[in-house]
């Protein structure tokens, strides 16, 4: 399947009642957080994701976005954009984490990572060298290679 040995695939579909399978925030996290201790590598993790997503106000004032968001997972559960975080910290070295996501405020889910959006790519090449080495220290926070595609920016709702 796409490269993918069916045997390493995880197919969560919500379906009526609890099963083990069952795409709850701690489902999903459990299982992403399964797949980065037990990568090797040269492997590479891919999590797709289509559901709702949303904010609230960090006050705590740690995050970059200002906000706090999260995913909805089946059964009324969330997965917190902290969760994932903690996932991308957890992958090891020479090891990709891909992560798609479609929902709305979800650019911002996984605080940390140099956001590029659209055009934005010249802006970014376009910063002094003192910027890109700010850059690369948050980056440094996360030993493999994260990489989201996202379909909103924190503040933006999908129409």
Same mark, same amino acid.
């Given at each position: 399947?796409?490269?993918?040995?069916?045997?390493?695939?995880?197919?969560?579909?919500?379906?009526?009642?609890?099963?083990?399978?069952?795409?709850?925030?701690?489902?999903? $996290?459990?299982?992403?957080?399964?797949?980065?201790? &037990? /990568?090797? %590598?040269?492997?590479?993790? @891919?999590?797709?994701?289509? +559901?709702?997503? $949303?904010?609230?106000?960090?006050?705590?004032?740690? &995050? /970059?976005? %200002?906000?706090?968001?999260? @995913?909805?997972?089946?059964? +009324?559960?969330?997965?917190?954009?902290?969760?994932?975080?903690?996932?991308?910290?957890?992958?090891?070295?020479?090891?990709?984490?891909?992560?798609?996501?479609?929902?709305?405020?979800?650019?911002?889910?996984?605080?940390?990572?140099?956001?590029?959006?659209?055009?934005?790519?010249?802006?970014?090449?376009?910063?002094?060298?003192?910027?890109?080495?700010?850059?690369?220290?948050?980056?440094?926070?996360?030993?493999?290679?994260?990489?989201?595609?996202?379909?909103?920016?924190?503040?933006?709702?999908?129409?």
């Amino acid at each position: 399947m796409y490269g993918f040995k069916i045997e390493d695939v995880c197919l969560m579909i919500e379906k009526p009642g609890r099963n083990l399978n069952s795409p709850t925030g701690k489902n999903i $996290g459990n299982k992403l957080m399964e797949l980065a201790r &037990k /990568s090797n %590598k040269g492997d590479l993790i @891919l999590h797709y994701f289509v +559901g709702h997503g $949303g904010r609230y106000p960090d006050k705590s004032g740690t &995050k /970059s976005t %200002k906000h706090v968001e999260y @995913l909805a997972a089946a059964e +009324g559960t969330i997965l917190a954009g902290s969760t994932l975080k903690k996932v991308a910290e957890a992958i090891p070295e020479g090891v990709t984490f891909v992560f798609i996501v479609e929902s709305c405020h979800s650019a911002g889910l996984i605080d940390g990572l140099i956001e590029v959006v659209g055009r934005s790519v010249n802006k970014w090449k376009k910063q002094t060298h003192k910027k890109i080495k700010e850059d690369k220290k948050k980056r440094s926070m996360f030993k493999g290679s994260i990489i989201m595609i996202s379909s909103c920016q924190s503040f933006e709702t999908a129409r």
